[in-house]
């Protein structure tokens, strides 16, 4: 029986506007990040964030310029049985232990963010 969990990652910024933090290590399908903008000490409208896999670098989310709340739903590309790029389906990302990897850019000093990972 599959359960929905949600662990939250709070972010900080440094003075130079970046920041990277990390997920409680995570088994199962992720099936939703959400981004919560700050009400009072939010990102500068220039934040980019960069979502991966902390042991594998396994690209999650890469979005520019984000200015508000948001919901995303990755997925990765499937591949054929010779490792070329398919062009049937795209697939959900697992977990197997692994953290999720939160690294903000040009957020602005002493800024704040919450991100929810929402798994299956």
Same mark, same amino acid.
């Given at each position: 029986?599959?359960? /929905? ?18 997920? =409680? =290590? /995570? ?5 939703? /990040? ?13 934040? $980019?964030?960069? /979502? ?21 739903? =990755? ?16 697939? =959900?990302?697992?977990?197997?232990? $692994? ?22």
């Amino acid at each position: 029986m599959s359960y /929905i969990r949600r662990e939250a990652v709070d972010i900080l910024t440094t003075a130079s506007g970046a920041a990277t933090e990390y997920s =409680p =290590p /995570i088994t199962g399908r992720l099936v939703e /990040i959400i981004y919560t903008k700050d009400a009072s000490n939010a990102f500068a409208s220039t934040a $980019d964030f960069t /979502i991966t896999t902390e042991r594998d670098a396994l690209a999650v989310l890469a979005v520019a310029n984000v200015n508000a709340s948001a919901s995303y739903r =990755p997925i990765r590309k499937a591949t054929t049985a010779t490792g070329a790029a398919s062009t049937l389906t795209e697939l =959900p990302i697992y977990l197997a232990g $692994d953290r999720v990897k939160f690294a903000v850019a040009q957020g602005g000093s002493a800024k704040n963010g919450r991100f929810a990972v929402i798994v299956e």
